[in-house]
C-alpha cells in the first residue's frame, strides 16, 4: 500500500488547477511507477475522498467565479465530488486544514477549479504502463454520501 506521504509527494506534482495540463505531471509519475503503487495510490485518493464525503461539505452552495454576483446553488453530487477532489489536488497542508476545520471547504466549489482528473489518472497511468485493462475496485466508495460517518441520517 502507498504510504500517505508517498500519497502526497505525488499529489505535489500537480500544477494549478485553473490549467487544464494541471495533472499531468502526475499522470507521467504514476505511469512510470509499478502497478501496485499506482493502485496504491487510487486506494489513497479514494480513502481522501471518503473522508471529506461530509453533509457540512456536501451541502454548502457552489461558487460560480465565472460569473461575479451570480447567487450560489446546490452543488450536484457530481460537483461535490469534484469539489472534493479540488481539496486533495490543492494538497496535504489545505485537505488536513479542511478535515480539522481550520480551513474552508467552500472555496474548493468553485466552478473555475477542477479536481476531476484526479478520478481517472491512476487508470489511465495503471493502462499506459501495463497496457491491460484497468479493472480494480477500491475498498473506499467515494461516491457523494457513501461515507455513513458523514452522512449520518442516511444510515
Known sequence: MTTWDDFWTLIDLLGDRR????AEPLAEALAGLPPAAIIGFEERLAQALYRLDRREFGTLPV???CEPGKAPFPQSNDGFLYSRCAVVAAGRGTYEAVLAGRAPFAPHTATTL???D????AE????KATGEEWDHVNEF???SCSNPEGWPERR
Request: aromatic share 20%; glycine share 4%.
Open 19 to 22: 490549467e487544464c495540463t494541471f
Open 63 to 65: 461558487i460560480d467565479m
Open 114 to 116: 477542477h479536481g476531476e
Open 118 to 121: 484526479l478520478l481517472y489518472i
Open 124 to 127: 489511465e497511468a495503471y493502462e
Open 141 to 143: 466508495d467515494y461516491e
